[in-house]
């Protein structure tokens, strides 16, 4: 994480909760600066330059809680707001969230959750910023957003991108479904000489057989039974440009035969045609099929193969980049929110670290769909993990074994949860011990437990706890 120093605003018209949120926080090496209501926070805001704002919603003067948030994202959408609301103003958070404050507590504060909170919101802005930074970064690749990732595999896309882009080199894009095959090929282009020309996008397994000759290579009217106009050819349509050719792995023999006349002649005939047009075209081509394998079993012309494979470009699945599945996350929700026109939304800590851990066969593409369902149909601010798609939230338990008996269980067999959820459950386990032991006392269980009847409480209602 940076060395940042983070510059923490904190708002509330009473001092004893100013000075402790203050102390609690300064522990933490941030930045603190308080203010006793809206007006005096807003003269502090627009002075400095604070990263997060730590607001109670119901204060004197002029400005409440809820006109200062609306008008800190209306001058810097980009900082991120807490807000404080006792037990029985739950609703007004929630209005809060739906202007885009980024989460809320409720009074009495415990301070571990505090700054459990706040230390989880300056890990969202360190991703808004580098989603932000890696956007910028590749303005000059075109309009190519779910490229976006920091992991090491995603930048060695973007590295081959630049290497081969202002180039006529014939590019093979390998890559599961989903993984975003025609983004790569439309980065290319769009960094490319032909940047001007057309970006013509075909794709093999989309037509039947018998159509594929004359969406290839165009006809002449007259040429067969229903021709009864002249048609431009896809290789024809891209003159001047770049011709994707998806899914080559779906071929058959013909049209791997015609294919490679073209490529070796540099020239194409209409359908009924005589006249010979020459081939101007970057051509790029791209298939989620092992087309070596296809070589070895015959199903694809070896000499075409290698027409193709001149310069391969590998697209790794999702599960192979799960350190880009939080950016991605996040940037979708936001697409999402201004496509459908939605309030702003969050993830939960617990719904993200699913996604994380999940395979996602679908890639990236299942991943732009998921949070698109999910900013559309959680009517709520915060995307929980029961919200999530039923195989999103399964996890398997971690057995018990005895270590010295034989029936070890295989390696495969064993999750360790996270550190969160595994500290969760034993503090959960220990209020109920306590509880059990002083007969339901809170007085009692607080002082067995060392912390104040007001924390026990709070630590009852968030592990549900009656």
Same mark, same amino acid.
């Given at each position: ?28 090496? /941030? ?11 807003w ?5 400095g ?36 609301? &006792? ?37 969202? /802005? ?42 006529d ?15 790569? &090929? ?19 397994? &989309? ?88 070589v ?5 012309r ?27 996350? %996040?940037?979708?929700?936001?697409w999402?929110?201004?496509? %459908? ?6 993830? &939960? ?8 851990? /999940?395979?996602w ?45 034989d ?9 360790v949860?996270?550190l ?27 002082q067995?437990l ?17």
């Open positions: 994480m940076s060395t940042q120093v983070f510059s923490i605003l904190i708002v509330d018209d009473e001092p004893n909760i100013r000075a402790g949120l203050a102390q609690a926080l300064q522990n933490e090496s /941030y930045a603190i600066t308080t203010a006793r209501g809206g007006d005096e926070a003269t502090l805001f627009n002075q330059h604070h990263q997060l704002v730590l607001t109670d919603l119901k204060m004197p003067g002029s400005l409440s809680g809820i006109d200062l948030i609306r008008k800190i994202k209306d001058e810097r959408p980009e900082t991120l707001i807490i807000v404080i609301t &006792a037990h029985g103003t739950v609703e007004t958070a929630v209005e809060a969230m739906r202007l885009g404050a980024h989460d809320y507590l409720t009074k009495p504060i415990d301070l571990g959750t505090l700054r459990i909170q706040v230390r989880n919101a300056f890990e969202h /802005y360190h991703l808004l910023k580098e989603n932000r930074r890696l956007r910028e970064r590749l303005a000059g690749v075109g309009e190519v957003p779910e490229m976006i990732g920091r992991s090491s595999a995603i930048h060695d896309v973007f590295v081959r991108i630049h290497q081969v882009a202002d180039t080199v014939t590019i093979l894009i390998q890559g599961e479904s989903g993984t975003g095959k025609e983004l790569v &090929a439309r980065a290319i282009h769009n960094l490319s000489h032909r940047r001007e020309g057309p970006f013509i996008a075909a794709n093999f397994g &989309a037509l039947p057989e018998g159509l594929i000759e004359s969406e290839l290579f165009g006809y002449e009217k007259g040429a067969f039974t229903g021709a009864q106009r002249d048609k431009a050819g896809w290789f024809e349509m891209a003159r001047g440009g770049t011709l994707l050719l998806d899914e080559v792995g779906e071929m058959m023999s013909k049209t791997q035969v015609d294919l490679l006349r073209v490529l070796e002649q540099r020239e194409v005939r209409r359908l009924g045609g005589a006249t010979l047009i020459p081939l101007d075209v970057r051509l790029v081509v791209a298939t989620h099929r092992d087309l070596e394998g296809m070895a079993s015959g199903k694809m070896e000499d075409l193969y290698y027409r193709l494979n001149v310069v391969p470009v590998r697209v790794p699945p999702l599960r192979e980049r799960q350190d880009d599945i939080p950016l991605l996350v %996040h940037h979708f929700i936001q999402a929110q201004e496509r %459908h026109n939605r309030g702003a939304k969050q993830i &939960a800590s617990a719904a993200l670290r699913a996604m994380c851990e /999940y395979t066969p679908g890639n990236v593409r299942q991943l732009k769909n998921c949070m698109e369902r999910l900013v559309v149909t959680v009517e709520g601010p915060i995307i929980h993990l029961e919200d999530l798609p039923t195989e999103m939230q399964r996890r398997r338990p971690v057995p018990v074994f005895n270590p010295q008996s029936d070890v269980p295989e390696a495969a067999e064993i999750v949860p996270t969160e959820v595994a500290v969760a459950e034993a503090e959960k386990t220990t209020i109920l011990a306590a509880l059990e032991r002083c007969d339901n006392h809170r007085e009692r269980t607080a067995l060392g912390i104040s009847v007001r924390t026990l409480h709070y630590k009852m209602n968030r592990h549900n706890l009656q």
